[in-house]
Each structure stands twice: as structure tokens, then as C-alpha cells.
């Protein structure tokens, strides 16, 4: 059984990637970089690893257990059957964009992958900005169907691991467009942009890992343009580098607005989207996105009608 | 004395990681941005909150950060984090401290912090505030 973890060779690249972006930001873009964002990501990056090895197990146990039920056996040298392994990156990408998804859309989830969107940078450094807490999350579940398919959970950590690597790259301001054949296929730097975004636009788009086809397929994609600037972050941004309030903030107010809710709404504040709440007193990208449309619905209504905009009795 | 290997790694990563955010600020990498004008602000506010439209405004002394009312009522401060701009609408749970030459404004979320601003026209705005 091959015995090989890809991310762990790739982190001298990752190091070298980062110092040679930060040269580039020097002279092209001195903004894209804050050393004090840069040290919470990274060490955001470091935690994540410690906290992987002491709450991984369990995922690790329900895979291995899951395997035992498989519908598919590959034999006992899984690892030579040559077209299993495009076909697991391919299925383990498509199943990043739902568990992806769901990370967005499941305040449950969302208290976990909220980490990797909470700087205002967007810069490789923000790559390892992963979370800690993703094992106290039902994350894991997603991959359990590729597991009863009869993928040894060994094949799918290593696709997985260079499904993490293909990522990282994406994450920079330095690279504006690839070639138009790369951006219909796969996930881009200028793609993954668009889904770091906080413009109303951009909200809960592109969740591709490595193929972008599965926004596309699925309805979530969205073309990041020229004449809008982007702006990273979360919708209410977190105004400080205190790392732990970082890591836990999202969990630490999912549970106090679960705490406070009337009985029947408790549940949703775990399973519906973020910003939901029982008394409709707050935004949720939906409603942002909406009132948005709607002022620029006006915008053009006023531009091609300048009459509907004087605010004059008739 | 044998040390285990897992340690000396994470001793190791936590020593790049402190080099590179040193490096980082050794390449005067980063900045203070500030807020001069209208159109800073309205950018400003409309990034802390999509569709918020200032009706007044009153920015520091030194553009590090400015407190805006809509004709809503509602008010917002916005400081600067880092490079960037980070702000919050008040609430009853906000409050604001007259000092000699401005306020500090608490918008009652500890972990955001205070923001102590230099204004000429404080005592407009701990009215507006205090009456939220």
C-alpha cells in the first residue's frame, strides 16, 4: 500500500511560492500583503495541521470502517489499477464542490470554513489559512459514498492531498487571466477570486476545487469582471488579528444565537444558511444579493429615465 | 536528550512562519491607508455594509477612521485593520466616550475593539450615539 502524503513535499514550494509572490507584491502591489494578516494565516495554516492529527482519527475510522461495505472491490492491489485514480480525483473533486457548497450554506459548516475566508488579503499565504475545527463538522459524510464505492480511503487522502496542492496556486492577485481554453475547464485564480469576494455579485459563487465544469454544471458560476473591484473578506469583517477569535468566532456566535433561540428554531441556526435568523432581522448573502439587484434595477431605471428620478409631483 | 521529530517540525514551521511575516514587514509591505474624501467614504461604507448610504459623516483627523449616519438614523463606525478599512453598525449596546480633543466609540463587540477618534464635532456625535 503506497504510503505517501503529497502535501507534505509540497510545503517547501508552498514557503518558496509565498516569499517570491511577497518580492512580487514589493514592487507591483505593496497592499496585497499585511504582515500582521500574513502571520494569522499562517499560523492558521500550522494550527490546522496539529489539529488534523489530533481530531483526524475519526474520519479516518469511519472511512475505514465504510470500506469494509464496499460495492466494488478493486482487489487487494487497489493501488495498480491505473484508471482508478483519474476517476477518484475527478469524483473526489466533484464531491469537494458539494461538501464546498454545503460549507457555505450550512452555518454548521460554515463555523469551519469561515477561517479560510476571514483575511481581507487575497494572496498565496491566505491558501494555508485552513481551519481547525473541520473534524467537529459533518464534512467527512460527503466523502463517505466514494469510500462504499470501493476508493480505499488511502487512493482518496492522496487525490484529495494534490486536490489541495492544485489549489493553492489559485490564490494570488498576480496572475490575472489564463488562456480561455484553462478558464472553461479548470478553477483559476481569477475564478477562485470571484468566490473570496464579499460584492454582493460574487456571494456563494464558484466553489470549484480544481474543474470549474461543476459550477458551471450546477449553476454557481460567475465571471469575475473588469469593471468592478473586488474586495476579500467576509461580510462582517472581523476587525482583528486576535487568532483564536479568528478560529472559534463563527462557533462561538452560531452557539450563543442556538443558546438564546426559541425551541423550534434552534436547529436552524446549525443547519441553515449563514446569517439566518428566526425574526428575519439580519442578511444572508440571499437577501443581500437581492437588495443589491434591486438598487441597481433603479440605477438603470434612472439612467435611462432621468424624469423617474427627480422625485417631482407630477 | 531526544526530541521528538513532530515537535522539532513545529518548532521549525513556527520559526518560518514568524520569518516570513518579519519578511513581510521588512519589505514595507502592507501600509496605513486612509479615508480623505466622499468618495472614500461611501466606498468605505458600502463595503461594511452593501446599499448603506451616508447622509453625514465625520472623519478623524487622520483618516484612520470615520463614523457615518444614513437618513435612516442608523450609524457606523469604520476603523482601519491593518490595510484595510473594518467597520460595524451601532446598536443600543454601543456606546461612546467624550475625551478632550474626540470620543472613543465602543461599538459593544469586545473583540472588535474601541475606536478612538479625533473629531471637532465629538459632541454631535455622542448625542446621535447615546440616543440610539
Redesign the interface.
Known amino acids: 500500500m503506497p504510503d505517501f502524503n503529497p502535501t507534505q513535499y509540497a510545503v517547501p514550494f508552498f514557503v518558496i511560492a509565498v516569499l517570491v509572490e511577497m518580492i512580487w507584491s514589493r514592487y507591483r502591489q505593496p497592499e496585497a500583503y499585511e504582515p500582521m494578516d500574513t502571520l494569522v494565516s499562517l499560523a492558521f495554516g500550522l494550527g490546522s495541521t496539529v489539529a488534523g492529527a489530533l481530531f483526524g482519527g475519526a474520519a479516518v475510522y469511519a472511512f475505514v470502517t465504510a470500506y469494509e461495505y464496499r460495492l466494488f472491490d478493486l482487489g487487494t492491489q487497489w493501488w495498480v489499477v491505473w484508471w482508478a485514480w483519474p476517476l477518484a480525483f475527478l469524483l473526489d473533486d466533484l464531491k469537494y464542490y458539494w461538501v464546498h457548497r454545503a460549507g457555505h450554506r450550512i452555518r454548521w459548516m460554515w463555523a469551519a470554513h469561515v477561517n479560510h475566508h476571514s483575511s481581507q488579503h487575497y494572496n498565496l499565504s491566505t491558501a494555508l489559512r485552513q481551519t481547525w475545527t473541520g473534524s467537529f463538522t459533518f464534512g467527512l459524510l460527503f466523502g463517505i459514498p466514494l469510500v462504499l464505492l470501493g476508493f480505499h480511503p488511502v487512493m482518496l487522502g492522496i487525490v484529495g492531498g494534490f486536490n489541495l496542492i492544485y489549489q493553492f496556486w489559485i490564490h494570488t492577485e498576480a496572475i490575472d487571466k489564463m488562456p480561455r481554453w484553462f478558464e472553461a475547464v479548470m478553477n483559476t485564480p481569477s475564478h477562485h477570486r470571484v468566490h473570496h469576494a464579499t460584492n454582493p455579485r460574487y456571494l456563494d459563487r464558484n466553489y470549484a476545487g480544481v474543474f470549474i465544469i461543476w459550477d458551471r454544471m450546477f449553476g454557481t458560476f460567475e465571471q469575475e469582471r473588469d469593471d468592478e473591484a473586488i474586495r476579500y473578506g467576509i461580510i462582517k469583517q472581523l476587525g482583528s488579528f486576535n487568532l483564536l477569535w479568528s478560529v472559534f468566532h463563527e462557533w462561538a456566535g452560531m452557539l450563543t444565537d442556538c443558546w438564546r433561540a426559541p425551541w423550534k428554531h434552534k436547529l436552524s441556526y446549525l443547519l441553515r444558511e449563514p446569517g439566518w435568523s428566526h425574526d428575519g432581522s439580519r442578511d444572508t448573502s440571499t437577501s443581500i444579493r437581492v437588495r443589491w439587484q434591486a438598487q441597481q434595477d433603479a440605477k438603470q431605471v434612472a439612467h435611462q429615465n432621468p424624469i423617474a428620478d427627480t422625485h417631482e409631483a407630477a | 536528550m531526544d526530541i521528538d521529530p ?1 515537535i522539532l517540525i ?1 518548532v521549525g ?2 520559526t ?3 520569518m ?6 521588512w ?5 496605513k ?1 486612509t479615508l480623505k474624501n466622499e468618495i472614500d467614504v461611501r466606498k468605505a461604507t458600502d ?2 455594509e ?2 448603506f448610504t451616508p447622509s453625514h459623516w465625520s472623519l478623524s483627523s487622520k483618516g484612520e477612521s470615520v463614523l457615518a449616519a444614513d437618513h435612516a438614523g442608523r450609524i457606523m463606525v469604520i ?1 482601519r ?4 478599512f ?3 453598525i451601532l446598536t443600543s449596546a454601543s456606546s461612546v466616550r467624550e475625551e478632550v480633543d474626540g470620543l472613543i466609540v465602543d461599538s459593544g463587540e469586545s ?3 474601541k475606536v478612538r477618534m479625533t473629531l471637532t464635532d465629538a459632541s454631535v456625535w455622542t448625542d446621535r450615539i447615546n440616543r440610539l
Open positions: 513532530q513545529f514551521s513556527l518560518a512562519i514568524a516570513l511575516a518579519g519578511l513581510a514587514r519589505l514595507g509591505l502592507g501600509g491607508p463595503e461594511v452593501s446599499g476603523k485593520h491593518g490595510n484595510q473594518a467597520g460595524r473583540w472588535f475593539g
